[in-house]
């Protein structure tokens, strides 16, 4: 329901806007379905999470990593593993502590989630020219909001960091 179709009493009312959030997250979700399909043979929902993770972290220890992603150290390394026979990620020994191993991105790794994010962010635009520019500012302006009540970081322009927890898995407002 848009808020063009809503009574003005329910404009303001917590179900009126769950449900609408609820139906952009579901077109969301759609939307990050499609960016992954084409590389859904080879990667998994949970192991692009790690990907990006691994992109906006760089260098990486596994016990890190897998508190990044509110997984066990076990889960995590069977992930890891993965993208490694996939050739997306690599391990390394730590240079500044040769008993530490560090995790980070191949560059067909990196490309992998440049390419899924870029596809991503044009099937986004696409929906957003069909609103008007007051309605464009009106999302900016609420979804700046809802972000940071939920505790999430901005996810900046092509090519810069989304910051330590990327894709909405992370802290959250208490």
Do not use: C, Y
Not at 140 to 165: K, M, Q, V, W, Y
């Amino acid at each position: 329901m848009s808020s063009k179709g809503a009574p003005p009493e329910r404009m303001d009312d917590v179900d009126a806007v769950t449900e609408a959030v609820l139906t952009a997250s579901r077109l969301l979700v759609a939307v990050s379905a499609r960016s992954l399909a084409e590389v859904e043979e080879r990667v998994t929902l949970p192991q692009f999470r790690m990907l990006v993770v691994l992109s906006s972290r760089g260098d990486t220890k596994l016990v890190t990593l897998a508190e990044l992603l509110g997984v066990a150290p076990s889960t995590a390394m069977r992930m890891i593993d993965r993208l490694i026979a996939a050739g997306l990620a690599d391990r390394q020994t730590n240079p500044d502590n040769r008993r530490e191993t560090l995790l980070r991105l191949t560059s067909e790794g990196r490309r992998t989630v440049e390419n899924v994010t870029a596809r991503r962010r044009e099937e986004i635009a696409s929906i957003v020219q069909h609103l008007s520019p007051d309605q464009r500012t009106a999302l900016i302006s609420a979804l700046t909001d809802f972000n940071s009540a939920g505790g999430e970081r901005p996810a900046g322009l092509p090519g810069e960091s989304p910051g330590p927890h990327p894709l909405g898995w992370g802290e959250t407002a208490g």
